[in-house]
């Protein structure tokens, strides 16, 4: 079956993903040390990486077996996760759930210990996009999280997120990548696919 480039080459270990050493490397030794945060909140542009960041660390804090920090991707945790079976990691877009009513369910779920792995993550995508009411009701349950409890909210507007929300995170800022590194890629990427593309001279 064709599978989109995108979907086939997003990294699935902190150690494929590029230009984001600064946050990859942190990431890792916080895996590799069980000294975890509650709550992460990723900032940065567009196609940067926080998403894909976002499911390599709920694997990550889940793997049976981390190799250096980075999740297996073979033990029964990372599989499940990646396949969508394991319903204690979950991805939520706040920009279609942006209600209070939202935050309050996911707070109902929250509070139960996990059902196949360690820890229950949150992922909560365009964080920015929720209203008042449901910043309020997410920032209660970021006050006193659980024990098995993970959030890692990401956004690309960090204005629009509230302090009080901002105070309880570990930020971490993904930078736009360099062109060089980019074109680099690229043409990695087209090798093992075996494209002919042609590098103009800049
Ligand atoms: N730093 C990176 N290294 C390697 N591939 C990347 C990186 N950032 C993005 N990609 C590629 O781009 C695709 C989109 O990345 P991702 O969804 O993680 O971006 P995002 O920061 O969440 O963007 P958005 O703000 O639009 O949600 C991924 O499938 C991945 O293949
Ligand atoms: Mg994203
Ligand atoms: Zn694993």
Known sequence: MYQALY????????????GQKHITETLKNQVRTGRLSHAYLFIGTRGT????????????????HPVDGNPCGECAACRGIADGSILDVVELDAASNNGVDNVRA???????????????????????MLSPSA?????????????HLIFILATTEL???????????????????????????????????HFDIVRRPS
């Open 49 to 64: 990486g926080k998403t894909t960041c976002a499911r390599i660390l709920a694997r990550a804090v889940n793997c049976e």
């Open 159 to 193: 204005q629009k997120v509230p302090a009080t929300i901002l105070s309880r995170c570990q930020r971490h800022s993904f930078r736009r990548i360099e062109t060089k590194e980019l074109a680099d890629y690229v043409e990695h990427i087209a090798a093992e696919e």
């Open 7 to 18: 979907r086939k080459w997003r990294p699935q270990s902190f150690d494929d993903v590029i």
């Open 135 to 147: 910043f309020n009701a997410l920032l209660k349950i970021i006050e006193e999280p659980p024990e």
């Open 106 to 128: 996911l707070r109902e779920e929250a509070v139960f210990s996990p059902a196949a792995v360690k820890k229950r993550v949150y992922i909560i995508d365009e964080v920015h």
